[in-house]
């Protein structure tokens, strides 16, 4: 869905641009298990028109 159309019916509403991707060669999970050590990326995500408020 394009952004604009995504926003259209919203009175303020705010977007990241993408300026460019970089692709990494893959690794095992064991190893990227070392590389990240504790770290967790976020697991989730909200739909801000679910949230109309903010």
């Known amino acids: ?6 926003v259209q019916n919203l009175s303020q509403a705010f977007a990241v641009p ?3 991707v970089v692709q990494y060669p893959g ?3 064991d190893q ?3 590389e990240l050590g504790s ?3 976020p697991s989730g995500y909200t739909r801000l028109r679910n949230h109309p408020n903010c």
Do not use: A, N, T
Not at 1 to 6: G, L
């Open 1 to 6: 869905m394009p952004v604009f159309e995504y």
């Open 18 to 20: 993408i300026q460019r």
């Open 27 to 29: 690794m095992p999970l």
């Open 32 to 34: 990227l298990k070392v």
């Open 39 to 41: 770290f967790h990326s």
